[in-house]
């Protein structure tokens, strides 16, 4: 049961950030790529021979990376104007290009203090589920009570008419791509954590 409570961790917090982009009206088919390459750039720099505070700059330079991947899917979409499945396309096959580079082949152990602290649990609940459980509650409050996740779901069902209203819909745009990317790395560290390599 830990087992799979563990497991379900990363797919729910990237279903999450998929959501952010499925409610803006688009779609990031990257984000599996985006795990892959997390997991690969944690493997460089969460090692198991490096101090605590070389593993925090690993785990913000692992964040850094989905971020850059989501602007750059926002820029290719609502900058150039490509479409999303496309342009996320795209961005998969470079992502999957980059993380086959640098690792061809199984290697390079995670840090077992990461390992242990992703998946530490309580009486056989992963602290890292109950988490999960309650973001996505925060999350389901700010979709349907808060204005921000009225607005989110108003551009989605119909952009031109949010726009007449006033409602900034490439920002919003642009944040739901940033999102679900940033939510895809977060998810890679906590694979990286279930198969430590």
Not at 6 to 26: D, K
Not at 73 to 89: E, R
Request: hydrophobic share 60%; net charge neutral.
């Amino acid at each position: 049961l830990n087992g799979l409570l563990v497991a379900t961790v990363p797919l729910a917090l990237l279903s999450m950030g998929q959501l952010n982009v499925l409610l803006v009206g688009s779609f990031d088919v990257s984000v599996g790529a985006l795990m892959t390459l997390g997991v690969v750039a944690a493997s460089y720099l969460m090692t198991p021979d490096m101090a605590w505070y070389t593993l925090v700059g690993g785990a913000l330079a692992v964040i850094a990376i989905g971020i850059f991947v989501g602007f750059c899917n926002a820029g290719l979409i609502k900058v150039i104007g490509l479409s999303a499945i496309i342009a996320t396309l795209a961005t998969l096959s470079i992502l999957q290009g980059l993380s086959l580079w640098l690792r061809p082949v199984p290697s390079g152990n995670i840090n077992d203090g990461v390992i242990s602290a992703l998946t530490y649990d309580v009486g056989g609940v992963p602290i890292s589920f109950i988490g999960v459980i309650v973001l996505a509650g925060l999350w389901d409050y700010w979709l349907y009570r808060r204005p921000g996740g009225l607005t989110m779901r108003a551009v989605g069902f119909d952009e031109t008419s949010a726009r007449r209203l006033g409602m900034r819909a490439d920002y919003l745009a642009i944040r739901a791509f940033v999102i679900c990317a940033l939510m895809a790395v977060v998810a890679s560290l906590f694979l990286s954590a279930q198969i430590a390599i």
